[in-house]
Nanobody, 123 residues
Framework: QVQLVESGGGLVQAGDSLRLSCGASGRIFSGYAMGWFRQAPGKEREFVAA????????YYADSVKGRFTISRDNAKNTVYLQMNSLKPEDTAVYYCAARTWGPISETHAYAYWGQGTQVTVSS
């Protein structure tokens, strides 16, 4: 079991930045690739970014490439999502998740999920 807790969400204006954090406890954090997903009202949960176990590989949705950066600190059992140049369409609840098996951009590949943190971007 892995327990995940997100933090860092909030209300910002378009063009601002936020950094989300996700702290993990339980089984060995460094053994999991980690992902960030988001879900806007009335929409499906969608992939945002992911990072390999050692941080050597990162993956991004086209909609956030060049604006968001995922990183991790295995010594602190934490994964981060730095979000720059935020847009109103980035408004959603953001979830971190630990991948167990499957395609890295698919929700079914992740067995452990946090409770989510709200990000609201005003225009």
């Amino acid at each position: 079991q892995v327990q995940l807790v997100e933090s860092g969400g909030g209300l910002v204006q378009a063009g601002d930045s936020l950094r989300l954090s996700c702290g993990a406890s339980g089984r060995i954090f460094s053994g999991y690739a980690m992902g960030w997903f988001r879900q806007a009202p009335g929409k499906e949960r969608e992939f945002v970014a992911a990072i390999s176990q050692n941080g050597g590989s990162t993956y991004y949705a086209d909609s956030v490439k060049g604006r968001f950066t995922i990183s991790r600190d295995n010594a602190k059992n934490t994964v981060y999502l730095q979000m720059n140049s935020l847009k109103p369409e980035d408004t959603a609840v953001y979830y971190c998740a630990a991948r167990t098996w499957g395609p890295i951009s698919e929700t079914h590949a992740y067995a452990y999920w946090g409770q989510g943190t709200q990000v609201t971007v005003s225009s």
